[in-house]
């Protein structure tokens, strides 16, 4: 019985799941986390009550099976997607990263204040907005002509 099929038997089917018997041991924070990812509601019943009384549960995982069965309401089948971290786009941080030293050049300070600076007040990106430009164009035209 696979992870996928314990699962199935808490939240879906009801059947009861005899440790002792099934051929993978019982994962009760993978379980939690999957049955996390069902539904937000889902997600704050199982923080509510097992992560609660994990450390009178978690050296017996027929217990947490019995307790999971018995709170975890007979839900109707739906697929669990994974929930990602959303991934960052590169070509936005290394943006970011030139218009920081861009502002440190031009402040005449260095990058970290700049860092602080622009984080402090994202608006000083917009208010220098036009010398930044001209500046980038400054900068790309004298690195052309110097090759």
Known sequence: MT?????????????????????????????QRWLSMYSPQVALLINATSNRLWSGIASDPQVFVDLLD?????????????????????PEATNQSETVELVAKLLQISQRESETYVQQDPT????????????????????TQTN
């Open 124 to 143: 000083l990106i917009e208010a220098f907005s036009d010398t930044l430009e001209m500046f980038r164009k400054t900068r790309l035209n004298s690195t």
């Open 3 to 31: 992870i996928f099929d314990q699962i199935k038997c808490l939240a879906f089917t009801k059947q009861p799941i005899d440790v002792m018997q099934t051929d993978q041991p019982i994962s009760p924070y993978m379980i």
């Open 70 to 90: 018995v709170v975890v309401p007979k839900l109707p089948y739906a697929r669990i997607s994974y929930i990602k971290k959303p991934v960052s786009d590169k």
